[in-house]
């Protein structure tokens, strides 16, 4: 379990994929379909691979891939092929290498993606949720204080993820600092959500630091214990948990796809909120086809509880990602200038009379 995420950091990977980005960036279009046309506009059919996660964090996208919202809002001239990842930075590798071009995942890698392509390779176009990442801690384990974190093993998703990152975060800020290759008072390591869920059944680690369902899963099925909820530790509770990122590649070639995309998510996000029952029914569905098992109603409720879905990124929470990210020790910069793109979204929501999302000066 831990062998491979151990030995190899993702920054370490990162780089290596972005090796010969320049290359990669003037193929990436013809790998995904046909060129652009004069002003923009695509000519001939295009395939957009998508990425995303079967986390409830990432809601809208299981509903909307699942219930043909994507596709019908690409049209007959675009072929939409998904892909699911365990973890955000996989999903970043797999954008640098070309093989998705556009991505449902959290912040962080977001942001490592961007600093260690030097603003070169991905744009963030929306938000998708905010909130839902708790630190739940097994009973037996008596960590009743985060000063008794010391000599306990941690679980997160993935080196680099977003809740990987808070974790280090945290402790760090609470004088228990743990570097990437996992030295420190505290063990973090690395697993997918599922095999953290078997972890802590067996007694094997001492808590996790994860997204929604699994963190409500954690306290529902095996009796954990809510440490920290991540909402505790931001300005009124608001922090991005989901976003949707895009290759600037495919950004530039493909505009009006990456447009229709956007319509169909705004579309997505509005039923989501305005049809809690029939989307948390729609989801379930979703992740039963994807992991074989639905949801507990009383999981799926609750959960749900900690989540808001909304296109509004809270681009004001992300300088301070940013510089966690640095702080974990995964970028050496935390200049972000740049990352977002919100232009085709604000459009978008103008044409629906709704107000603008504001970039907070990182557009």
Same mark, same amino acid.
């Given at each position: 379990?831990?062998?491979?995420?151990?030995?190899?950091?993702?920054?370490?990977?990162?780089?290596?994929?972005?090796?010969?980005?320049?290359?990669?960036?003037?193929?990436?279009?013809?790998?995904?379909?046909?060129?652009?046309?004069?002003?923009?506009?695509?000519?001939?059919?295009?395939?957009?691979?998508? +990425?995303?996660?079967?986390?409830? *964090?990432?809601?809208?996208?299981?509903?909307?891939?699942?219930?043909?919202?994507?596709?019908?809002?690409?049209?007959?001239?675009?072929?939409?092929? !998904?892909?699911?990842?365990?973890? +955000?930075?996989?999903?970043?590798?797999?954008?640098?290498?070309?093989?998705?071009?556009?991505?449902?995942?959290?912040?962080?890698?977001?942001?490592?993606?961007?600093?260690?392509?030097?603003?070169? %390779?991905?744009?963030?176009?929306?938000?998708?949720?905010?909130?839902?990442?708790?630190?739940?801690?097994?009973?037996? %384990?008596?960590?009743?204080?985060?000063?008794?974190?010391?000599?306990?093993?941690?679980?997160?998703?993935?080196?680099?993820?977003?809740?990987?990152?808070?974790?280090?975060?945290?402790?760090?800020?609470?004088?228990?600092?743990?570097?990437?290759?996992?030295? +420190?008072?505290?063990?973090?390591?690395?697993? %997918?959500?599922? *095999?953290?869920?078997?972890?802590?059944?067996?007694?094997?680690?001492?808590?996790?630091?994860?997204?929604?369902?699994?963190?409500?899963?954690?306290?529902?099925?095996?009796?954990?214990?809510?440490?920290?909820?991540?909402?505790?530790?931001?300005?009124?509770?608001?922090?991005?948990?989901?976003?949707?990122?895009?290759?600037?590649?495919?950004?530039?070639?493909?505009?009006?796809?990456?447009?229709?995309?956007?319509?169909?998510?705004?579309?997505?996000?509005?039923?989501?909120?305005?049809?809690?029952?029939?989307?948390?029914?729609?989801?379930?569905?979703?992740?039963? !086809?994807?992991?074989?098992?639905?949801?507990? @109603?009383?999981?799926?409720? *609750?959960?749900?509880?900690?989540?808001?879905?909304?296109?509004?990124?809270?681009?004001?929470?992300?300088?301070? @990602? %940013? *510089?966690?990210?640095?702080?974990?020790?995964?970028? !050496?910069?935390?200049?972000?200038?740049?990352?977002?793109?919100?232009?085709?979204?604000?459009?978008?929501?103008?044409?629906?009379?709704?107000?603008?999302?504001?970039?907070? +000066?990182?557009?």
């Amino acid at each position: 379990m831990e062998k491979a995420t151990r030995r190899a950091s993702w920054r370490h990977r990162v780089i290596t994929a972005l090796t010969g980005l320049g290359m990669l960036g003037g193929l990436a279009a013809c790998a995904s379909g046909a060129a652009a046309g004069p002003g923009g506009a695509t000519s001939g059919p295009v395939t957009l691979q998508l +990425g995303y996660l079967a986390n409830l *964090t990432h809601a809208p996208a299981l509903i909307g891939v699942s219930n043909g919202s994507f596709q019908s809002a690409l049209g007959r001239n675009v072929t939409l092929k !998904t892909q699911v990842f365990a973890a +955000g930075p996989d999903a970043v590798t797999a954008l640098f290498g070309g093989s998705i071009d556009m991505a449902f995942l959290g912040p962080s890698p977001a942001i490592s993606g961007f600093i260690q392509s030097q603003g070169q %390779a991905l744009r963030v176009i929306s938000g998708v949720a905010v909130g839902g990442a708790e630190l739940v801690v097994r009973p037996a %384990a008596n960590i009743n204080s985060v000063a008794e974190l010391r000599g306990k093993t941690i679980a997160t998703p993935q080196l680099g993820n977003t809740q990987d990152i808070a974790l280090r975060v945290f402790l760090a800020n609470h004088g228990l600092k743990v570097d990437p290759q996992g030295g +420190g008072p505290v063990k973090v390591i690395n697993a %997918a959500n599922s *095999t953290i869920m078997t972890l802590f059944q067996e007694g094997q680690i001492d808590g996790a630091w994860v997204p929604e369902p699994y963190a409500t899963r954690l306290v529902d099925e095996d009796q954990g214990q809510v440490l920290v909820n991540e909402a505790s530790l931001w300005p009124n509770g608001q922090f991005p948990t989901t976003v949707l990122i895009v290759s600037t590649s495919f950004l530039n070639a493909h505009p009006t796809v990456v447009s229709n995309f956007l319509k169909g998510l705004v579309s997505v996000i509005s039923w989501t909120n305005a049809n809690t029952t029939a989307a948390q029914t729609a989801v379930n569905s979703a992740l039963t !086809t994807l992991a074989s098992k639905p949801l507990f @109603e009383n999981v799926l409720v *609750t959960a749900w509880s900690h989540l808001q879905f909304s296109v509004d990124p809270v681009a004001s929470a992300w300088q301070t @990602e %940013a *510089t966690h990210v640095v702080g974990a020790g995964l970028a !050496t910069s935390d200049s972000i200038k740049g990352i977002f793109d919100l232009g085709p979204l604000n459009q978008i929501l103008a044409q629906e009379g709704k107000p603008p999302i504001s970039a907070a +000066g990182l557009g």
